[in-house]
């Protein structure tokens, strides 16, 4: 017996070893992106006022290429670019033969989604709204499971077109795309 002592040891540290490699804590570029300009992606949709042109005026879809289609200039690139860009954008390009000077107004009429999965009432796609937090984020799923690990969670967010996850508490902000996933406690 006392001899697989020190077996035991050695197995219950690997064990607990295992559990914490897949710690990843969050990069800076999470809090970073938090301070800048939202940049627009597919499932965003934008209300665009191009003001004295009621035919113009209305609200407009980011599709899955990152494009909205405007009338009469057609594609306008908006994955990537802020609201500002975009009536930069548009004004330029309404500049070229349509209006003498266009006056234009973007501002984010929906945000893209985000998704709530693991240890919750009820995971799944919600709506994003403005100031959203991880924690009001899980209340809106349902809550969590008896079985949810309630200290943090895992975000996974696309931040200048890479995909990175990491570990925060549930007091932290949500950006629109990001996808939470609540674990299961050990104990």
């Not at 939202?38 to 042109?53: K, N, W």
């Not at 008896?146 to 943090?152: E, F, H, M, V």
């Amino acid at each position: 017996m006392k001899r697989s002592l020190p077996l035991l040891h050695a197995m219950l540290a690997a064990a607990i070893l295992a559990g914490c490699a897949g710690y990843r804590p969050a990069p800076e570029a999470f809090h970073e992106a938090l301070d800048k300009p939202y940049l627009l992606g597919a499932g965003d949709r934008v209300r665009v006022t191009v003001f004295e042109q009621a035919d113009l005026t209305n609200t407009y879809s980011v599709d899955q290429s990152g494009y909205i289609s405007f009338p009469l200039v057609g594609s306008i690139a908006a994955r990537g670019h802020s609201a500002k860009q975009i009536e930069g954008q548009i004004a330029a390009k309404l500049r070229q033969g349509y209006l003498r000077d266009p006056d234009v107004s973007v501002e984010i009429d929906r945000y893209r989604p985000i998704f709530v999965m693991g240890e919750v009432g009820a995971a799944g796609q919600y709506s994003y709204v403005p100031g959203m937090t991880v924690y009001s984020a899980i209340a809106i799923a349902g809550g969590f499971s008896p079985r949810a690990n309630q200290a943090n969670v895992d975000i996974t967010r696309a931040i200048n077109g890479k995909v990175m996850t990491g570990r925060v508490v549930t007091s932290d902000p949500l950006m629109p795309g990001d996808t939470v996933y609540v674990r299961e406690r050990l104990f």
